[in-house]
């Protein structure tokens, strides 16, 4: 199966668990200890889309725009 296929028939996202908590606010250098703690390296080369989540369920879609090296984030709610 190519990978075009797979895509148009499945969801494809990273869900970034930490077994920290996470601010409402999550600071840069918290966002890539999520990523650390998840098995990436830094830095990060390609704009990328993910999500985390705490222990608490405290969750958040994270975007990293690569051409800016900045991360941008929305806090979700969890019901």
Not at 22 to 41: A, H, K, Y
Not at 62 to 67: E, G, I, K
Request: glycine content about 4%.
């Amino acid at each position: 199966m190519e990978l075009q296929e797979i895509l148009e028939k499945n969801d494809f996202k990273h869900l970034m668990v930490t077994i920290g908590t996470l601010p409402n606010q999550p600071s840069r250098v918290q966002i890539e200890m999520v990523l650390l703690e998840n098995g990436f390296t830094e830095p990060l080369t390609n704009e990328v889309t993910f999500s985390m989540i705490d222990k608490n369920n405290k969750m958040f879609n994270v975007t990293y725009y690569a051409s800016m090296d900045l991360y941008g984030y929305e806090k979700l709610t969890v019901k």
